[in-house]
């Protein structure tokens, strides 16, 4: 049977090497960085992500979605926290139907899940402390440091890895796709930097481990250029993320001192300090990270090498989605596989045809849904147009679902999705003219 080297084992590069061994390929895969089991995974990702529908099909399929699901944290909706010493806080939920809700999930714990499942099958090898430095695209050869230490890694012999293909799970600064860019003529490659970054901070927990705002919910504190977010953890903390511009008047670059940092805080988000006990130790020892967007073309060379996950499409993660669509890819690979197991070009090709669309749709959409958190959310004009998008959702049973809907609790692919949320907009606007202009009339003659 052919034999996948996989470089990566982060979120999706564990699932794809369960989908891969399923089908009864030898899978080798390598990852950079010690076993997670081992306790140092996080390394300035996020702690915890929002997993939904798309995410959770991916793991049914391979059997893993409950016992994921076991450690999530079900939220509604947003609970947003507007600006202003004493400002209530509103609920807002994520769709008429209350049963639908958003995971908050560990990235460790699923990370861990994934990788286990992988190696439930004889047929696949895990192999940390494994970098890969460049692939040579030809003969589908990984070249590999040793990275267990660092004395090691300068003295040990560059290992290599071969295989009939090759695919590249490595993540939004992938290595495999650098090779790409260096042998494939006319590769295309864009990628955009936000001028936000994201800084974490803790909310512990309460005593005997409550969670000390509503456990069940997304909390926003919407701030027009930046705001803080804030995802339950089972242990009764929150993580919270600060998204705020690098530069500018107020930014990281201009908040140093302790004072600057209270300051700021007192000032935006004065009922989440008393909440946040080490703020400012967070503040100064947390990094600060930066928000990419990477598109790329193609995904594939021959039948030698693909890209997935982050690695073909690295999104900003403002639509909870950049996760659940790296577990879609593995779903869509494993199918043009079965479609096609004798032409493994004609799957990577129908794999990336498949998928390239929908990247891109969700890389938009993850940039617009940012201006939707921290501005939009805050005026009356957006609730009232999602109380709207709930009513006729409501009404209109399979006819009108709202953008939000069909990213986040539907399988609807994302360009499909935001097309049909653009006629559905449209018709609305449309309607609500009409009416206002039925309304007008009858005033009119309603005059004496
Ligand atoms: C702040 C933030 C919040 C987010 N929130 C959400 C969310 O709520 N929901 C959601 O769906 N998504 C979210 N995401 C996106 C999500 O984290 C990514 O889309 C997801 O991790 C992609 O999975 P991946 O396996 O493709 O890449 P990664 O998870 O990045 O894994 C790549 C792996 O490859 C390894 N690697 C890298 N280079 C090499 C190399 N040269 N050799 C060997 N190994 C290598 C890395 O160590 C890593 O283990 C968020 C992202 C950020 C930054």
Redesign the pocket.
Known sequence: MSKFVL???????GLLAAYLARRGYEVDL????ADPREGNLVGG??IN???STR?IHALEQIGIADEVLKHAIPMRGRMLHPAGAGARTIFAPYDVDPNKHINSIG?AALNTTVIEAAQRYPNVRVHFN????GVDLDSATAQLLDTASPARTSTSRPLSAAADSIIG???????VRQSMQLKIENFQYDESYLAHG?KELTIPPGPNASWRMEKEALHIWPRKSFMMIALPNPDGSFTC?LFWEFEGPRSFATTKTDDDVRRFFDEEFPDAVPLMPNLLDDFKNNPT?S?VTIRCAPWFYKDKVAL????AH??V?FY???????FEDCVVLDECLAQFPQDRQRAFAGYFHRRKENADALADLALQNFIEMRDKTASRAFRAKKKLDHFLEAALPGIYVPLYTMVTFTQIPYATAARRARIQDALVYAGLIVVMILLLALAVRLLP
């Open positions: 470089i990566g084992s982060g979120l999706a590069g390598y990852e950079r960085r990702r996020s992500l929002a997993l995410g990235r494994h970098k890969c430095s799970v490595d993540g939004a600064f992938s290595a994201y993320t990270g928000l997935v996950g982050d690695a690295a999104v993660p909870g989605q950049g996760m659940n669509a790296a």
